[in-house]
């Protein structure tokens, strides 16, 4: 079964302090997609990380991927108020044809002002 | 920008009642899901649908569910005789290919009493 673990589950920073947020998978996967979801809110795409080595970079997010570690970085640089919500990271299984987006456990991020 | 629509927002029904959730996908997108989240915690898989037919689906996924495409528009979920631990956010999502990312709706709140 594949497992997608994220650390840590809650974290709590001070504006313009950088924060790396990790997530491990426990079976081969090509992609790693990352999502950000405000409290109540759905869950909005943030990078799609396509293969080994792939890094994407949106504003003060810096996404990366290791396929052979299995590992995945969320990095964020000065962190602002308005980062604060949960973010998850999600592998897809195929089997068969068949596809499954499996999430992790999602970090809870909140920036103090 | 095209956007995956749920309705309704909020459900609150009696348990042992039935109950339909309905999702309008993207209109040029092949593959849907319904995923659920208790309580702003972790990201359930429940079912995926491809070509007019159940993809995968979850251990979560039994005989009470079902899930629909009765048109060409409509992607629907239907729990047959609720129980007190249905209650959760459903959010319906839908992809263009096999492995892009998705786009989710904005959910349903279901509540079971």
């Known amino acids: 079964e594949l497992k997608v673990e994220q650390n840590p589950l809650f974290l709590s920073m001070q504006e313009g302090k950088n924060y790396t947020i990790y997530c491990n998978y426990s079976?081969?996967?090509?992609?790693l997609y990352w999502y950000r979801q405000d409290p109540g809110k759905s869950l909005e795409s943030l990078f799609v990380?396509?293969?080994?080595?792939a890094v994407k970079q949106e504003g003060r997010l810096m996404a990366s991927l290791d396929t052979k570690a299995r590992l995945s970085t969320l990095h964020i640089t000065a962190a602002v108020h308005d980062l604060s919500a949960t973010y998850f990271c999600?592998?897809?299984?195929?089997?068969?044809?068949?596809?499954?987006?499996?999430f992790g456990t999602g970090t809870r991020l909140k920036v103090l002002a | 920008e095209p956007e995956v629509t749920q309705t309704p927002s909020h459900q609150v029904t009696q348990m042992g009642q039935e109950v339909i959730l309905r999702c309008v996908p993207i209109?040029?997108?092949?593959?849907f899901y319904w995923y659920r989240q208790i309580l702003g915690q972790k990201v359930e898989f429940l079912v995926s649908?491809?070509?007019?037919?159940?993809?995968?689906k979850s251990e979560i996924f039994d005989d009470q569910f079902l899930v629909e495409r009765p048109d060409g528009s409509n992607f629907t979920l239907k729990i047959r005789s609720t129980k007190l631990e249905d209650s959760a956010m459903y959010f319906c999502?839908?992809?263009?290919?096999?492995?892009?990312?998705?786009?989710f709706g904005s959910g349903t709140q279901l509540s079971v009493l």
């Open positions: 649908f491809y070509n007019n037919e159940i993809s995968e």
């Open positions: 209109s040029n997108h092949l593959y």
């Open positions: 079976t081969t996967s090509d992609r």
């Open positions: 999600a592998v897809i299984r195929t089997t068969s044809g068949t596809y499954k987006y499996i």
């Open positions: 999502a839908s992809s263009r290919g096999p492995n892009e990312k998705l786009f």
């Open positions: 990380l396509l293969s080994n080595g």
